[in-house]
């Protein structure tokens, strides 16, 4: 069964904490945090307070997504704000300060991820999928909301099963972005075990049928 987390970034934030408790009433089975700088993405979301905030109210998961340049500067503060899961993306440092992080991570007793913007070629992951406890793989460009289904990140998501198998069998694929109740069916067919979706869950008109699709 395939899991599905909301992305709050599309929840009305005047009413931030009921619409996390609607995420909880509908199955959902994460909380997707989307931490954007303003510079990886040409987009700010939220940070550290709202972390520490939501984890008092919510006891699901918190799926931390940082779009941030350098995340080895934070990594270790989010975890202590309450990520369940940390993903960090793979283009925004070095080489070695990514392996670093990823392991400070899972040192730390949170499980590490790794993002891929669309235009990452599988090969530039395959140092770290040892690191990793999952895997993020944008079907749009990161930094907003809405967007469209990118469906030829779906070789992506199938190569990187593959390789997966070999290595790091346990190790999750997450896609975000565009996920619907018709792309959804072209993700587990590729390997997808985790769905982020945003804007498609809070418009849908009944949100717990909208789940238990993407469930599966």
């Not at 941030?68 to 793979?90: M, N, Q, S, V």
């Not at 849908?204 to 049928?209: C, F, K, S, V």
Request: a negative charge; one cysteine or more.
């Amino acid at each position: 069964m395939a899991k599905i987390a909301p992305s709050i970034l599309s929840a009305d934030f005047v009413n931030l904490e009921r619409d996390i408790h609607n995420i909880e009433e509908n199955g959902g089975d994460w909380v997707h945090v989307d931490v954007m700088d303003g510079s990886f993405v040409p987009n700010i979301t939220i940070g550290l307070p709202v972390l520490r905030d939501i984890r008092r109210i919510t006891n699901l998961p918190l799926d931390v997504h940082l779009m941030i340049d350098r995340p080895i500067r934070y990594a270790e503060r989010f975890i202590k704000a309450g990520a369940d899961w940390l993903t960090i993306h793979l283009e925004a440092d070095t080489p070695q300060n990514t392996m670093t992080c990823l392991e400070m991570i899972r040192a730390m007793g949170c499980k590490a991820g790794l993002s891929l913007k669309p235009g990452t070629p599988v090969k530039a992951a395959v140092p770290y999928l040892t690191k990793c406890d999952m895997i993020l793989v944008m079907t749009v460009e990161p930094g907003f909301g809405g967007q469209s289904f990118m469906t030829d990140m779906m070789d992506k998501t199938r190569r990187l099963r593959k390789l997966l198998d070999e290595v790091n069998p346990e190790c999750l694929i997450e896609v975000d972005g565009g996920i619907d109740t018709v792309t959804q069916e072209i993700c587990k067919k590729n390997g997808v075990d985790v769905m982020v979706t945003g804007s498609a869950y809070f418009k849908a008109a009944d949100r717990a049928e909208f789940v238990k699709i993407i469930q599966g």
